[in-house]
């Protein structure tokens, strides 16, 4: 996979949140997709289109070990992982 741009991935998560929640309001680097109101099975569907999106396995145990709760430390960890 060739290396990410921060800004395209931040995109596709944003699309990635409006599709999984329905997401009306905009999303920042800092927002905590817990406070998104995301559950487990939504938590879950995140996951699965990240990795669908940027083949990128995400373990959902990754959440918590890296703390990827945020927008922005999901951006990083997708961005490194490229």
């Not at 406070?35 to 959902?60: A, Q, T």
């Not at 959440?63 to 992982?81: N, R, S």
């Amino acid at each position: 996979m060739s290396p990410l741009a921060e800004a395209e991935v931040f995109t596709a998560l944003c699309e990635i949140l409006r599709e999984v929640k329905k997401l009306k309001q905009d999303v920042t680097r800092e927002d905590d997709i817990r406070k998104l109101g995301l559950d487990s099975l939504d938590v879950i569907n995140y996951l699965f289109s990240i990795e669908e999106k940027f083949g990128i396995d995400v373990p959902v145990e990754t959440l918590d070990e890296k703390d990827l709760f945020t927008i922005g430390a999901m951006v990083d960890h997708l961005c490194a992982a490229a």
